[in-house]
């Protein structure tokens, strides 16, 4: 994946825009805000032949899965820093991209690096999890900063090996375009959208059209996908990024303006029994 090409140093920002960190007590991992922050970078270690890598902190410990629950009847599990005997596959992180500039990493157990809500005792915890089919999915999303490259090292490539579902939208580089006051994207989020038919499907080949949305208000999302289709009373939809499946988008949208690809479905539509 060239996200991590030739990486020496980097750091992970998350979908709610603050990065990974390593706490002080050289044991819990977290967020925070302060990108320059030391304890936010991180140090890439290619596994030779395997498109995997580790990342180890500034106290020289590696981010590890572990099986531990971060709450008891939670699906969550810790995620700490630790210096293991021999450097198994709970250090081990598969990134995977998601067809845009996001990446994902995934665990040896299948799940995925995720950040935490706004409340405690979740705020600002990391965990490793299965993305659930609400506004949460997000929170698996990373971007990755470069800090430093290793020019010693030969280059790696690394397999992009993340779900591909046939229904999902193609990947292309977000347009630059103007909001509907005549101004640069600004502050505001592309929306690509496309209508399905009956069973939910979009013709193969279809070029998605595409406009600069502001704010992050479902029904007003839903008043302009209407007025650019030409249509009344649709469900909005969009793709699980890991099971393909359709479901409907009825929260307010994520932060930090994340281009989306969205389904306008009719209410009689069969394939909203697809997010069954």
Known sequence: MESFQGAKYVRLRSHHDKYLCAGE????VNQTRDGADRSA???VEFIEGQSKIRLKSCYNRYLTATEMPFLLGWTGKKVLQTVPSRLDSSVEWEPVQDGN?????????????RVNGFTKPWKDRVTHDVPRRTITQYWVFWEVEVTEIDMISPSVSLAESGPSPSTSPPSRPSPTSQDDSGNGR???R????AVGDDNGNIKEGYEWPYFIFKGNDMY???VKLEEQAGLQDIIVCAHHPFT???FPVALELPPNNVPMHLVLLQPSSKGLRRAD
């Open 186 to 188: 600004g502050s505001g």
């Open 101 to 113: 500039s996001h990446i994902f990493l995934k665990t040896k157990y299948g799940t995925y690096l």
């Open 25 to 28: 007590d050289q044991n819990i």
């Open 244 to 246: 393909g499946k359709l």
């Open 190 to 193: 592309v929306i690509y959208y």
């Open 220 to 222: 007003s999302l839903t």
């Open 41 to 43: 970078t991180w140090q």
